[in-house]
Each structure stands twice: as structure tokens, then as C-alpha cells.
């Protein structure tokens, strides 16, 4: 199963008893107020998933088995698709049919194992890493922009959409009015990345409406702009950036630095705490110093 955009076309499945329940499942999304990236990504998935199932004779909802579900993992992983990607079908097709159960599409629910998710360790830059790349930074457009990004926590399309009417550069204090799944929370900034915005400000046209980051007059940046933004400032400090990496690095330094994870949690905007969890890893320096602190053999004997 190939790869491809949400935007792509809407395919136009052989079977009506699909289209039904599948329209009516984007309905229930849309009621639900999801974003309609999140409306169209269910609904390119969905259709690909139920193609498929055409395609091996499943011609209803009815004749979905948990057989056909494994058998369609089960080519994802032999074509050497991430373990996310296929935990990601795995978790559409999950939510499909808990829905046409409720909805008495399907007399019985349909069970699967969901499959296992590999525990990466995820990236993040050291101090010594922030350092180098603030040093690298060209102008106060980079300078503001990186300052922000590791002292908040916000997430790419957060800071994308933030207007100067969003932030309070006297205090720090930042609303994000359109958070993952429409929720809106405060985070904060520190004196230096308050400082660096402040300068920032005598290059760009200013105004409540205003985005705070322009990659042009009074142009707001798009995704890809913005992602190869990034890469160049990376590639000038000699380091792999991304966006989300910056996030992670946030989450990560606040940790360490004495912040607990239910204050980090409300800052990151996370649902849930496990989530806050998986987020930030260990460092491998982190656990070596633990042990010669608390190691109990040394301890014990000195």
C-alpha cells in the first residue's frame, strides 16, 4: 500500500455498502470538530484500507474479519513499511470499526492485536548542542525563532500560526489558539527568548493579525518553508534539525532542570501523561551518573 498525501483524490470505492458507513464515520469526525487535515487523513486512509478489502473479495462491512485485518498488516510489514506507519493503519482501522459496531453497521466487533511499536530514543540536542547552534544563527529572525522553539515547546504548525496578538513579550506569556485538536493552552518564555522576539520586532510589520515569523512582508511561512528554514539554519551549525527534535529538546532540558512532568505536560499540551512519558528519553549520560550515585555496591562499600 502505497504512501501518498491525504490531499490526494477521494477514490470512489466499488462497494456501497462502504461508502455509506464511510461517510457517515467523516461525518461523526467533522461533529467531533476535528481538524480537517485530521478529517482528511482518516478519510485517505479509510479509502485505501477498504479498497484493499475489495480487492480480496470483502465486498461489506459485514464480511470484515479479524483475518482480513491481520492479512493486510501483515503485507504493510512484508513490504518494509516503519512500524509506525503500520501502527498508525492499525489504529484507523481500530477506530473504523469500534465505530460501526456502535453504529450497527456490524453485528460483532471485530478484534486484532494491535502490532508493537519498536522503543526508539528519540532526538533531541544537548546543551552543548543548543549552544552551537544559537551561535550559528545568521540574523534575529533565526536567533527568535530558535530561542522560541527550545524555551516553549510549541509544535511546527503552533508556531506557524502564532500572530503577535498571541504574545506577550512584557511577561512571556504565549497563547496558542490553535493547538493540536483545537486546544488552546498558555506556555511561557524566559528573559532571552523574550529579548530575541523584542528585536526581532524592528524587522517585520507588526499587528495583532500580524504572524509573528514572515518569510516575506506580511507573509506567513508554510510547512515546507518553514521545515527547509530549519534545515538551513541546521546545516549552517553542522547539525541534523527538525522541528520536532526542538520540541523533544525542550521537554528534555526542563526535565532535567527540575521541572515536573505534570507542569511539562500542560506546557507540551499532551492528553495524557503516558504520552509526556514516551516523549522524553533518558539520556545515556543521565543513567551512568544515576548509578554512581546510587548504585548499591559502591554505596555499600564505599
Given at each position: 500500500?502505497?504512501?501518498?498525501?491525504?490531499k490526494t483524490?477521494?477514490?470512489?470505492?466499488?462497494?456501497?455498502?462502504?461508502?455509506i458507513?464511510?461517510?457517515?464515520?467523516i461525518?461523526?469526525?467533522?461533529a467531533?470538530?476535528?481538524t480537517?487535515?485530521?478529517?482528511?487523513?482518516?478519510?485517505?486512509?479509510?479509502?485505501?484500507?477498504?479498497t484493499?478489502f475489495?480487492?480480496?473479495?470483502?465486498?461489506?462491512?459485514?464480511?470484515?474479519?479479524s483475518?482480513?485485518?491481520?492479512?493486510?498488516?501483515?503485507?504493510?510489514?512484508?513490504?518494509?513499511?516503519?512500524?509506525?506507519?503500520?501502527?498508525?493503519?492499525a489504529?484507523?482501522?481500530?477506530?473504523?470499526?469500534?465505530?460501526?459496531?456502535?453504529?450497527?453497521?456490524?453485528?460483532?466487533l471485530v478484534?486484532?492485536?494491535?502490532?508493537?511499536?519498536?522503543?526508539?530514543?528519540?532526538?533531541?540536542?544537548?546543551?552543548q548542542?543548543?549552544?552551537?547552534i544559537?551561535q550559528?544563527?545568521?540574523?534575529?529572525?533565526?536567533?527568535?525563532?530558535?530561542?522560541?522553539m527550545?524555551?516553549?515547546g510549541?509544535?511546527l504548525?503552533?508556531?506557524?500560526?502564532l500572530n503577535?496578538?498571541?504574545?506577550?513579550?512584557s511577561s512571556?506569556?504565549?497563547?496558542?489558539?490553535?493547538?493540536k485538536?483545537?486546544?488552546a493552552?498558555?506556555?511561557l518564555?524566559?528573559?532571552?527568548a523574550?529579548?530575541a522576539?523584542l528585536?526581532?520586532?524592528?524587522?517585520?510589520?507588526l499587528?495583532?493579525e500580524q504572524?509573528?515569523?514572515?518569510s516575506?512582508p506580511?507573509?506567513?511561512?508554510t510547512?515546507?518553508?518553514?521545515?527547509?528554514w530549519?534545515?538551513?539554519?541546521?546545516?549552517?551549525?553542522?547539525?541534523?534539525l527538525s522541528p520536532?527534535?526542538?520540541?523533544?529538546?525542550f521537554?528534555?532540558l526542563?526535565?532535567?532542570?527540575?521541572?515536573?512532568?505534570?507542569?511539562?505536560?500542560g506546557?507540551?499540551?499532551?492528553?495524557?501523561?503516558?504520552?509526556t512519558?514516551?516523549y522524553?528519553?533518558?539520556?545515556?549520560?543521565?543513567?551512568v551518573?544515576?548509578h554512581?550515585?546510587?548504585?548499591?555496591?559502591d554505596?555499600?562499600?564505599?
Amino acid at each position: 500500500m502505497e504512501n501518498q498525501n491525504p490531499k490526494t483524490k477521494k477514490r470512489t470505492l466499488a462497494s456501497k455498502k462502504f461508502e455509506i458507513p464511510l461517510d457517515d464515520f467523516i461525518l461523526s469526525r467533522q461533529a467531533m470538530m476535528c481538524t480537517p487535515r485530521t478529517v482528511a487523513w482518516y478519510e485517505f486512509n479509510l479509502n485505501k484500507i477498504l479498497t484493499w478489502f475489495e480487492g480480496q473479495g470483502v465486498d461489506s462491512p459485514q464480511a470484515i474479519t479479524s483475518r482480513h485485518v491481520r492479512m493486510l498488516l501483515g503485507e504493510m510489514i512484508s513490504k518494509g513499511y516503519s512500524d509506525g506507519y503500520v501502527h498508525a493503519y492499525a489504529r484507523v482501522m481500530r477506530t473504523f470499526i469500534r465505530f460501526m459496531h456502535k453504529e450497527k453497521y456490524i453485528d460483532e466487533l471485530v478484534t486484532f492485536d494491535m502490532p508493537k511499536l519498536a522503543q526508539k530514543q528519540l532526538r533531541f540536542y544537548t546543551k552543548q548542542e543548543v549552544g552551537q547552534i544559537i551561535q550559528t544563527c545568521k540574523d534575529k529572525r533565526d536567533r527568535a525563532f530558535i530561542l522560541l522553539m527550545i524555551d516553549s515547546g510549541l509544535r511546527l504548525s503552533e508556531v506557524i500560526a502564532l500572530n503577535w496578538g498571541d504574545v506577550d513579550v512584557s511577561s512571556g506569556i504565549i497563547k496558542v489558539v490553535s493547538g493540536k485538536g483545537r486546544k488552546a493552552r498558555i506556555v511561557l518564555i524566559g528573559f532571552n527568548a523574550r529579548r530575541a522576539l523584542l528585536r526581532y520586532q524592528g524587522e517585520v510589520v507588526l499587528g495583532d493579525e500580524q504572524p509573528v515569523f514572515q518569510s516575506g512582508p506580511v507573509k506567513r511561512f508554510t510547512i515546507s518553508g518553514m521545515r527547509s528554514w530549519v534545515l538551513r539554519i541546521g546545516k549552517r551549525a553542522g547539525i541534523k534539525l527538525s522541528p520536532h527534535a526542538l520540541r523533544r529538546t525542550f521537554a528534555t532540558l526542563a526535565l532535567k532542570a527540575g521541572m515536573n512532568v505534570f507542569q511539562l505536560q500542560g506546557l507540551l499540551g499532551h492528553s495524557s501523561l503516558e504520552m509526556t512519558r514516551r516523549y522524553v528519553a533518558m539520556l545515556d549520560e543521565d543513567l551512568v551518573d544515576a548509578h554512581k550515585k546510587h548504585g548499591p555496591i559502591d554505596n555499600l562499600l564505599g
